[in-house]
């Protein structure tokens, strides 16, 4: 069965447009802001170097990206190549850690959105409900753009984005021009600290995913979505390579460590009387994670409802081609997670808690897309369904490494992240895994395992009928 569904030719993405999302969507101004407190607490001077070893499996993950993109270009990414490769129980299992992945990591940016807007506005101590009101027209915002399609978010994003590559470059001039050595920021954190900062660390370096989530929009699907991650992936990490020892050449450490906005203290401390001017490109960057990050899992959620792995309804669009409800449950979800976090005391500790495993899901997700490629450079594309007109050896033994690279780091966190984050975390964890296995058995259409395949030459999708 053939379904046409394809996207008018005016709103197909470029590599440009691809590019700008994947920077804009890992958001390193508000990434750096809204985590750098903690990791500096955990690895204090070798935090650069947490983000750095967990950004190395990231970037290597990137070029695996690239290559399913080229093999199964879909809105689906991981969640479509574990349904093609692994098969139906483990994608459904695989489609939960996704949810609870990116779920979980947008609460996170909308109170800092408002908070941040109504510091540039002179108010620093809001009320809840104001920053509750402010979250709302943040989310309102979001949801606005997103329904209005691909092309006008990655638009905007690059205008977002332009103000933040501004700033960076404002930022590193004017921490090089006030470079000093401080005594005391030379710590050694240990080395279970170290591995903690690492998953934290996840939340920072990732969303550059974001252009294998679009590959059906793309102009080349089999060539750009995947291209555009490896970019944005790249330009990211140096910028926290640089990030991190102009901070900790600029203020001291326990300064930077007592606020939790790193990056405003850090401009306070170099110019007490403009720091406020690097309020605006955080926030800047702060938008456009809330509506990529949000991106990303409307995507992944339109692609399982039209592969009946949630309700149908969820995949129905509006007149510009995007799934409505796909986009306004998960920004009504996240706005009713803040509000209860804000407003009751009792909840605070419990969402607090749930909030901070989002960095073990990501890295989780990551797992799971390594199996996948392992899986399918092993068994599937040796065993000729795509011909053996290509080699991918070295990427067979790189999806290995990262699959190593990602369990060692789980396994770790597991064991010592109790002792970072809170004594819950591992009862909370296991809750939203066991949650997941009762979702992978929770059928919301009976038996049918069809799924859609895109065909980038057609740009039509074909239904293709699963096992029983």
Partial sequence: MISKEKPPRHSWLSLSDLSGLSIASVAPLFSLAAAGSVLLRLAGADAVWAVLAIAAPFILSSWLFRMLNQHYPNTGASYHWSRRILGFGISRYQSWILMMAYFWSIPPIIIPAAEESLSLAGISRPSSWLVIVVSGLWISLSAWLLLRGSKTVARLTKVFMAMELIAVAAFSVFGLTHWHTIAGNQTTPSWHNFIIAMVIGATIVDGWEIDSYAAEEADYPRKTPGVGGIVGALMVLV??????????????????????????????????????????????????????????????????????????????????????????????????????????????????????????????????????????????????????????????????????????????????????????????????????????????????????????????????????
Avoid: C
């Avoid at 403009?274 to 992944?300: N, Q, R």
């Avoid at 749930?354 to 199996?371: K, P, Q, R, W, Y």
């Avoid at 066991?434 to 058995?441: D, P």
């Fill in 239 to 468: 910028f926290y390579l640089a990030m991190f020892p102009l901070m900790l050449h600029g203020t001291s450490l326990g300064n930077l460590t007592s606020h939790p906005d790193v990056l405003t203290t850090w401009a306070q401390a170099l110019s007490p009387h403009h720091y406020w001017m690097a309020i605006v490109p955080i926030i800047a960057s702060t938008a456009g994670s809330l509506w990529l990050t949000t991106f990303i899992l409307s995507k992944a959620l339109y692609a399982m409802a039209r592969d009946r792995m949630l309700p149908r309804f969820l995949a129905s669009r509006n007149h510009f081609q995007t799934a409505t409800w796909t986009v306004l449950l998960p920004l009504g979800l996240g706005w009713a997670v803040i509000a209860m976090q804000l407003l009751f005391s009792s909840l605070a500790a419990v969402f607090n808690l749930v909030l901070s495993t989002a960095g073990f899901f990501l890295i989780l997700e990551f797992l799971f897309d390594s199996i996948s490629a392992a899986v399918f450079l092993t068994r599937i594309h040796r065993g000729g369904v795509h011909g053996l007109d290509h080699k991918h050896g070295r990427l067979q033994a790189l999806s290995y490494l990262t699959t190593a690279w990602f369990a060692m780091t789980v396994v770790v966190f597991l064991i010592y992240g109790p002792k970072a984050i809170g004594h819950s975390i591992d009862t909370m964890i296991a809750l939203m895994l066991a949650a997941g296995l009762a979702f992978t058995l929770w059928r919301f259409d009976g038996r049918w395992r069809g799924y859609h395949v895109f065909n980038p030459d057609t740009r039509e999708l074909t239904v293709e009928q699963g096992e029983e």
